[in-house]
């Protein structure tokens, strides 16, 4: 009987440690997935922002070349005939 005691004993005892063992090193494993995905976040929105950047960048560049094409192709003087008047018909 004591025997048997025991061994019921230890046995309680060692799943007992594993279990609080495993638990502890889950728990740092989610805490290592956690502190990454949030590093993984912080680097995708520095990439949108950079991103975003340059797309307004690139929409100013584009209205600045506009405005030189609009000013490029009306004359100086203003003297210059309107545009219906040059097609023949």
Known sequence: ????????????????????????????????????????????????NDAAKENAKANQDAAEAQQKAIQESTPANGNAPAPEATQKQ
């Open 1 to 48: 009987m004591q025997k048997t005691f025991a061994y019921a004993l230890m046995l309680a005892a060692t799943l007992g440690l594993a279990a609080c063992d495993n638990a502890s090193d889950k728990a740092k494993d989610a805490q290592e997935h956690k502190e990454n995905a949030q590093q993984q976040m912080e680097k995708a929105q520095e990439h949108a």
